[in-house]
């Protein structure tokens, strides 16, 4: 055979390897709306926090350290105030 036969023959093969792979492409191709559903279902299954969700939870701890201060300082306020009534009364 001549190099060029050889170097034909080497094509070919590319060809068809490349077509195939462009075959197994198009039945791969999914639409936008396809990825939009497929990325909803396996955000949906890993019960990922979305940014909502952060911050109701952000605002009910916040709620809660500031019912705690709150609550705290007046128990301080009733400790101090026993004591003075202790020693000053």
Known sequence: ???????????????????TRIEYLEKLNTSEN?????????????SV???R???????RQ???I???SAGTGI???AVMASIMRIFFM
Not at 1 to 19: A, P
Not at 34 to 46: A, E, G, M, R, Y
């Open 1 to 19: 055979m001549s190099e060029t036969e050889i170097k034909l023959k080497e094509l070919e093969v590319k060809v068809q390897s490349l077509e």
């Open 34 to 46: 396809d990825v939009h559903t497929i990325v909803d279902n396996h955000l949906n299954v890993k």
């Open 49 to 51: 926090m979305t940014k």
């Open 53 to 59: 969700d952060v911050e109701n939870l952000l605002n």
């Open 62 to 64: 916040q709620l809660q």
């Open 66 to 68: 500031v019912k705690w």
């Open 75 to 77: 128990s301080v306020l």
